[in-house]
Structure formats: C-alpha cells, structure tokens
C-alpha cells in the first residue's frame, strides 16, 4: 500500500451508513424535504433511505448492488463490514475519530445500519424503495427528485474514475433533481487524503447546466481534510 494512501480499496466498497451519519455528512435538516421525493445515490447498504422513509419520508436509493437477491446482499455486506474495519485498523492513526471515538463504535455503527438496511431490502418487492443502477446513468426520469445525496463514492475514487465520468454523473444527477430541488456530494477528497484536485474544472463545466454550486461545511470529522460538501442548487 502507498505510504499516501490511508485505505487500500480496489473496486468500489459497499457504503453502509447511518441516518446519523447523513445528517453530519450533510447538515441535514430533512423537514425542508418533507413535501419532495428523495433520492441516495451509490447508497450501499446505507440505512438512511430506511430511516428516513420511517420517520415520513418519501426516500429511495439507487446502487448496482440492488440485483442481487437479499442472502446475497446479506453475506456480501457482512464480509464488507469485516473486511472494512480490518483496513481501518491499519490507518486509525491517520484518521480522525471526533465523529466515531473508537473502531468499535465505527464498526457498531455499521452493523447496526445494516441489520436496519437488510429489514427492508428484503421487502422490496412489494414496496420499492430500491432501484438497481449505476451513475452516470439512473433509471429516473427528469425533474424526479427534490433532494440527492452522494456519499462516499463520487471524488473519493478519483483513482477509478476519471474527469469524464465525474462530469457525466454530475449531469445526470442533475437531469433527475427538480427546478429548486438540491444536491449534495461528500467528501470532496480521495484515498490520499487530497481534495479531487479537478474539483473547480468540474465546477467551471457544470455552469452552463443552470446551476448554483456552493462548497458547504460539515460538522462530520473523518478524513482530515472532509470538512466540507458540494450543493449543486438546480434553478
């Protein structure tokens, strides 16, 4: 593993998240959505969709995982869960741990959001929140969603994915978002621990799609330099 790089990944992690984390990740303050659809884009096995339906929402999510059957997605997401604190373990020296205190409290942390994933995963089919796709192509059609949320994915495999494909998910996420309707991407930074170093080409590419695109602080500490998002404002 490069001396540069605090997380070895090949391929792309499955994100397993709470609504908690959401929040922090994203300064969310879900009422202002209440009358909207909202979309997780990437989301993993991530229990914000879940949570967030539960309390009142209309919440969805969208990931490539979302065809495999739920004895799949089970085994798959508790050999992730392993393997993923067995990387961190290795970097915890590199990262910081205001928002977790502890490995454990991290690794509880995620399998408590998966127990609550895997609750609804498994009903699917009679009450869809789950839709199988990958960026830069989502299975919505224009003006769906009153809110995205990206996390995890978009900027922190720079590595994987190039200028393009960052351009090309951008405008699709904003092809679904409504007019008013907002976007929000974290981290801004890579494996490396470096802000997306195209992070204002992208911005300067994307003005001509009538948009307003703000960097936002967050209060979720991680990654040392993760301290703020992207919110693409779509007029």
Not at 34 to 62: E, I, M
């Amino acid at each position: 593993m490069s001396k540069n790089v605090f997380y070895e990944q090949v391929g792309v992690a499955m994100t397993c998240r709470s609504y908690e984390e959401y929040e922090k990740m994203f300064d969310l303050k879900m009422e202002q959505f209440k009358g909207g659809k909202v979309l997780d884009v990437a989301a993993g096995a991530s229990s914000f969709t879940v949570s967030a339906y539960r309390k009142g929402y209309d919440a969805y999510a969208v990931d490539p995982l979302y065809n495999i059957s739920p004895r799949e997605m089970r085994k798959h997401g508790e050999e992730e869960i392993q393997e993923a604190s067995r990387k961190l373990k290795k970097g915890t020296q590199t990262l910081l741990w205001d928002s977790y205190k502890t490995l454990e409290e991290h690794d509880k942390i995620r399998r408590d959001s998966f127990s609550l994933f895997m609750e609804q995963y498994t009903q699917n089919e009679k009450d869809q929140r789950f839709f199988y796709g990958a960026l830069p192509h989502l299975p919505f059609s224009d003006q769906t969603y009153s809110l995205l949320l990206c996390n995890h994915f978009l900027f922190l495999y720079e590595a994987q994915f190039d200028f393009n494909f960052h351009v090309n998910a951008m405008k699709e996420m904003i092809r679904v978002t409504k007019k008013g309707g907002e976007i929000r991407i974290y981290p801004l930074v890579g494996f490396n621990h470096e802000i997306y170093p195209y992070l204002n080409s992208l911005i300067e590419t994307l003005k001509n799609e009538h948009v307003e695109i703000k960097l936002l602080p967050t209060t979720f500490r991680f990654m040392p330099k993760a301290t703020e998002m992207l919110v693409i404002y779509k007029k």
